[in-house]
């Protein structure tokens, strides 16, 4: 995903992030968020209902029509198979309609581990899988949960859980202390009005990158979509951790696996190149992991880049300073290679004979299937 390598060689793919949550919790509040600080990228969603989002300014900017698909009334996973959600997937990443990011907006009563499913099961090769984002509404938490228990498994499934509306809880610690110990391994983030950094999810495009069209940053204030909002809701933004990391000497594959296969709670997003040296010496590795979903595509290198290896991790409460430390300790400037060593990247190549993160939920498990 990292937008800061681009390579023509191979078309960049599009995140597909579905969005999910009981009714009220607060989806369609978190999508206009996002739509109204998308910086210069460009978000095509499917909904069930447009319910709040503003069609006038989606109008205005020239998304509607090319850049959303209303499902109108009905549960997304029960009205569509994998093949019709395919056509809708192949409209919105179509090239010319020039989307970054698709988010799924599933209704309230959705089952997210079948949407999941669904995306996971996409033949589209222009799309990737972007994750799971579980809405929760702190201040009905409780009673939410007594009166659908499903959530506890809902929220064990979430690659991001943003927990909504925590002005309004009484005992938000509380409750964000509960939702954090169902959550596994999920970056667990606080919100009010959905206002959470676009960066988890997406890679804003600098503004002037935007050509021909207005952004939904020129149609509004950046308080709009906020009650009462002052013109200053960034500041209430939900900040995101980040660590950029460069290696000059390759990755060694079996150390960089175990530091995969260990990634921390909190550590939502990695994203980058890998360089893996004599290993192959042909490709750096383009990697994309959200939450446990894992992959690797490799690619020639580009005659005029340095062979570096070029990571970009995001997350929620990470010790920055420590994953560092754990990547240098990867690194391995040996001139040679075994033939096995590779074994466990490959695993996560597409095309490869073993794909363990192909579905995340192997039959008999609810739970993921960790890389």
């Not at 499903?150 to 064990?156: G, M, N, Q, T, V």
Request: glycine share 12%; with cysteine.
């Amino acid at each position: 995903m990292g937008n800061s390598q681009g390579n023509a060689r191979r078309p960049q793919q599009i995140p597909v992030v579905v969005l999910a949550g009981f009714l009220g919790s607060g989806k369609t509040t978190l999508l206009n968020h996002l739509l109204h600080r998308s910086g210069g990228s460009r978000i095509g969603a499917i909904v069930n209902d447009f319910g709040a989002i503003e069609i006038d300014a989606m109008a205005v900017a020239g998304a509607l029509g090319d850049s959303t698909v209303s499902l109108g009334n009905g549960c997304l996973c029960c009205a569509v198979d994998t093949g019709e959600l395919d056509v809708y997937l192949d409209r919105l990443a179509a090239p010319g309609a020039g989307i970054d990011v698709i988010v799924i907006e599933a209704s309230g009563l959705a089952e997210p581990q079948e949407l999941v499913r669904m995306v996971l099961a996409s033949e589209h090769p222009g799309i990737v899988y972007g994750g799971l984002v579980e809405v929760v509404d702190a201040a009905e938490f409780d009673g939410t949960r007594a009166a659908h228990p499903e959530i506890d498994r809902h929220l064990a499934l979430a690659n991001l859980v943003v927990v909504n509306k925590l002005d309004r809880a009484p005992d938000a610690d509380r409750v964000l202390g509960l939702v954090r110990s169902l959550a596994d391994r999920a970056a667990v983030v606080p919100a009010t009005y959905g206002r959470i950094d676009p960066e988890f999810l997406f890679d804003r495009r600098p503004g002037e990158e935007r050509v021909g069209q207005l952004s939904f940053d020129d149609l509004h204030d950046h308080g709009a979509d906020v009650p009462g909002g002052d013109g200053h809701a960034d500041h209430m933004h939900t900040a995101y951790d980040s660590l950029s990391f460069v290696s000059v000497p390759p990755m060694d594959p079996r150390r960089l696996m175990r530091f995969l296969d260990s990634r921390p709670q909190g550590l939502y997003r990695i994203k980058g190149y890998v360089d893996f040296g004599p290993y192959d010496t042909r490709n750096r590795y383009a990697v994309h992991a959200v939450g446990r979903f894992l992959r690797f595509h490799p690619e020639p290198w580009p005659s005029a880049d340095d062979r570096l290896t070029r990571l970009v991790l995001i997350g929620s409460g990470i010790d920055t300073g420590a994953l560092d430390k754990e990547l240098q300790a990867c690194a391995n400037d040996a001139p040679h290679a075994d033939e096995q060593g590779m074994w466990g990247v490959l695993r996560y190549v597409p095309g490869s004979e073993e794909e363990p993160g192909d579905d995340p939920y192997p039959a008999g498990s609810d739970e993921p299937d960790e890389a």
